[in-house]
């Protein structure tokens, strides 16, 4: 293996990070080269997300990189999270901040645009799970609002394709986040001109697409003269950071589930083809591009997103550890009650503690009242709803799920990953807990012809980094209790 040094930069909803990858003896090992925080900006009463700060901040990881840790990589390759996108004006400039998936001005988009396009025939263009904030619902809005930065934008670029072209001044997108932006035809490197047609946007605005491990060119001289770096390739990876995260997971076969757990959780399967059909419309389950033509079907789960913001909220008085806030839950009443994480109210409400009080009351419940009561219900309910989602995969499917696997940083949560073992009925497996910046290294890797493919990596993988599993315990209960959120997930 001649290139065995690759820098990712992963970033979340909340934090980055530049994580150096170095591959030897046929393991990979990784090193935290620089950590930032990640917070959309309010101004005016919209969200955004400072792309400029972001930028500053991979700069600043590449930089240390070279200085700090006396290695200059082969490559770099940026992820994010999906649907978010900047629009680029007729000079090649950034128009403007772009817009939070979390922004308020989306709240309505579902319904008026199925004035122009019912549901059904939406989905099954598309095959992409039907929410407020997908890139063409965004896109929507920008039209019909005249967003400055959309009468300026010449050209659109996804979160991360922007962040590769200010490193190299390619403009592509990459295919497994464009295809979060239910602008797409399902598994096909190709955009649904229809939809650019119902909303009225010229569809040559968006770039060419181009497949996971994509070399796209290096790093510009002013790049380089700036952070000390070499002319390196950045690459195209799977830029969604979900597709790099499955990119990682242990297995093989066909015969098991992950959930890919962080601020959201994605929870679904590895399929060789889009799951599209009317039956799985109502389910509303997403087909998003992976790696080597592979499709996730999956669900977003509203995740740890609803213990930040308690965290968040709590904060102005006591400011709790994570770790603080498991113990403080293990000594709270179990199953006092449930919320369906996925209520439209707990997307962004000002107070979620608050909203998930408000929940309760809206189904009959008594409120929690501790912190631990508060945290408690949060786990109880993640973990039921992943029984929920797997029971709505094992229903459009023809063979069994014997296993699922729990990656991200959800799987450092030990009592997180019992709960889901205990809801699911079958055993789990946690790790890696790096499962992104690992995908993403390792789709460069393969990119520079350091390994030869997905089963390759997976090995790799197994061969690197420890997992535990989680047997089911208490399963009598939880069936009961099981029972309770159902009602509510589809009352509510």
């Known amino acids: 293996m001649n290139n065995n040094n690759f820098l990712a930069f992963d970033l979340g909803a909340s934090s980055g990070r530049a994580i150096l990858g170095t591959i030897a003896n046929q393991q990979l090992k990784l090193t935290e080269?620089?950590?930032f925080e990640n917070r959309m900006v309010e101004i005016d009463h919209h969200f955004y997300w400072n792309i400029f700060s972001l930028f500053d901040e991979l700069k600043t990881g590449l930089k240390k990189c070279i200085r700090d840790f006396g290695i200059q990589p082969d490559s770099i390759?940026?992820?994010?999270?999906?649907?978010?996108?900047?629009?680029?004006?007729?000079?090649?400039?950034?128009?403007?901040?772009?817009?939070?998936?979390?922004?308020?001005?989306?709240?309505?988009?579902?319904?008026?645009?199925?004035?122009?396009m019912p549901k059904e025939q939406l989905y099954l263009k598309t095959g992409i799970q039907l929410m407020q904030f997908n890139s063409l619902f965004q896109l929507f809005v920008h039209q019909q609002t005249k967003e400055a930065q959309y009468l300026d934008g010449k050209d659109l670029l996804f979160m991360p394709d922007a962040l590769s072209y200010l490193f190299c001044g390619i403009k592509k997108n990459e295919f497994s986040i464009a295809s979060t932006s239910q602008l797409l035809k399902p598994g096909h490197l190709t955009y649904e001109t229809s939809l650019f047609e119902a909303i009225g946007v010229d569809p040559s605005i968006m770039q060419e697409l181009v497949l996971p491990g994509t070399i796209l060119g290096n790093i510009k001289p002013e790049v380089q003269k700036e952070t000390g770096s070499r002319a390196i390739p950045v690459i195209a990876v799977a830029s969604h950071d979900t597709a790099s995260a499955i990119v990682s997971v242990p297995a093989s076969g066909r015969n098991w589930a992950y959930i890919s757990s962080g601020t959201w959780s994605l929870m679904g399967i590895e399929s060789e083809q889009p799951l599209i059909s009317k039956e799985i419309l109502n389910l509303n389950f997403t087909n998003e591009g992976g790696v080597e033509g592979t499709t996730r079907f999956l669900k977003?789960?509203?995740?740890?997103?609803?213990?930040?913001?308690?965290?968040?909220?709590?904060?102005?008085?006591?400011?709790?550890?994570?770790?603080?806030?498991?113990?403080?839950s293990k000594v709270a009443q179990p199953f006092k009650c449930l919320i369906?994480?996925?209520?439209?109210?707990?997307?962004?409400?000002?107070d979620m503690p608050q909203a998930i009080i408000d929940f309760c009351i809206k189904t009959g419940q008594t409120p929690p009242e501790s912190h631990?009561?508060?945290?408690?219900?949060i786990f109880e309910s993640l973990a039921m709803k992943y029984r929920f989602t797997l029971?709505?995969?094992?229903?459009?499917?023809?063979?069994?799920?014997?296993?699922?696997?729990i990656i991200g940083g959800g799987a450092n949560n030990e009592l997180l990953c019992q709960y889901s073992a205990n809801a699911l009925g079958i055993p789990v497996k946690a790790g890696p807990t790096e499962a992104t910046a690992i995908g993403n290294i390792l789709v460069q890797a393969k990119a520079l012809n350091s390994l030869a493919s997905l089963a390759e990596i997976r090995k790799m993988v197994g061969n690197s980094f420890e997992t535990k599993t989680?047997?089911?315990e208490e399963t009598a209960l939880w069936e009961v209790e099981f029972e309770k959120f159902r009602k509510i997930a589809r009352e509510f």
């Not at 930040?308 to 403080?328: F, G």
């Not at 631990?372 to 219900?377: A, L, V």
């Not at 029971?391 to 696997?405: E, L, T």
């Open 33 to 35: 080269v620089h950590r």
């Open 77 to 116: 390759a940026v992820d994010t999270w999906g649907v978010d996108f900047a629009f680029l004006d007729k000079d090649g400039m950034i128009a403007s901040l772009p817009f939070a998936y979390r922004d308020h001005r989306t709240d309505h988009a579902m319904e008026d645009f199925y004035k122009i």
């Open 300 to 328: 977003n789960i509203m995740g740890m997103w609803l213990l930040q913001e308690c965290r968040r909220v709590w904060s102005a008085k006591i400011n709790y550890s994570w770790s603080e806030m498991v113990e403080l």
């Open 340 to 350: 369906d994480p996925d209520d439209p109210s707990f997307l962004n409400p000002a």
């Open 372 to 377: 631990g009561e508060f945290i408690r219900c």
């Open 391 to 405: 029971d709505s995969i094992r229903s459009v499917i023809s063979y069994p799920i014997d296993m699922v696997h």
């Open 470 to 472: 989680f047997l089911p």
